[in-house]
């Protein structure tokens, strides 16, 4: 199958589901799932606007439901994240107050505040994401993440070898975990390996980063002399 044939059928594939979307709406319009569950979508299939508008009009239908809007700030939230309106993202979470969510949305404010470069932020929610959810590989990436870009290099190091004993298979935590390795004079040459590996494309979007540390290490010999 050729790749533009393959395109199509995702294409394809797709439109039918937002329809089969569409019309559980129209069938059970107070059935709050189905209005996230189209808004993700539209969210995944870069339909931006139409995610907003929809995500928006179901927040007004459902405004006095608490879990059901908690629900939706989510969606929002995602979405928002989705296309770089950091600070509107990081006001839907901090809105949410359904419980069931709370972790999800402690992560992904770590997640926005780490694209603000704001990686103390990044770290408090982080750490109470995690409080929550400890084994969590998502919640232990933006951690490490946030420790490794703040300095912090035998913490994040704790974040990310706890990812590896149940997820080996994560390209960014491999490579992430060889840059500490490199930091803390560790043998390191086995994770970037398996970075490379796993995903090559990633790799080498990455690999300046390596060369980063380098610099770093060798400034910080010369500092020592």
Do not use: C
């Not at 995702?10 to 019309?23: F, G, P, T």
């Not at 296309?83 to 999800?104: C, F, I």
């Not at 470069?117 to 946030?146: C, F, M, S, W």
């Amino acid at each position: 199958m050729s790749e533009k044939s393959s395109q199509a059928d995702i294409k394809a594939q797709s439109e039918k589901l937002v329809s089969k979307l569409v019309q559980d709406i129209d069938a059970k319009p107070d059935q709050v799932q189905n209005y996230y569950d189209l808004g993700s979508l539209l969210t995944r299939l870069k339909s931006y606007a139409q995610a907003e508008e929809l995500f928006m009009k179901a927040l007004g239908r459902f405004k006095n439901d608490n879990a059901a809007t908690g629900l939706l700030q989510y969606g929002l939230g995602n979405l928002y994240y989705e296309v770089g309106k950091t600070d509107q993202a990081l006001k839907q979470y901090d809105a949410l107050q359904d419980s069931k969510l709370k972790a999800d949305a402690y992560l992904m404010m770590a997640q926005s505040w780490m694209k603000k470069d704001d990686y103390k932020r990044a770290i408090a929610y982080g750490l109470t994401a995690h409080d929550l959810r400890q084994q969590d590989p998502e919640i232990n990436q933006v951690l490490g993440d946030a420790l490794l870009a703040s300095g912090s290099f035998v913490q994040a190091k704790k974040f990310y070898d706890q990812i590896l004993l149940r997820h080996p298979g994560r390209a960014d935590t491999q490579f992430n975990r060889g840059l500490v390795a490199m930091v803390l004079g560790e043998e390191y040459q086995d994770y970037l390996s398996q970075a490379q590996q796993l995903d090559p494309d990633y790799y080498q979007r990455s690999e300046q980063r390596i060369a980063g540390i380098e610099k770093l290490l060798r400034e910080q010999k010369n500092n020592q002399k």
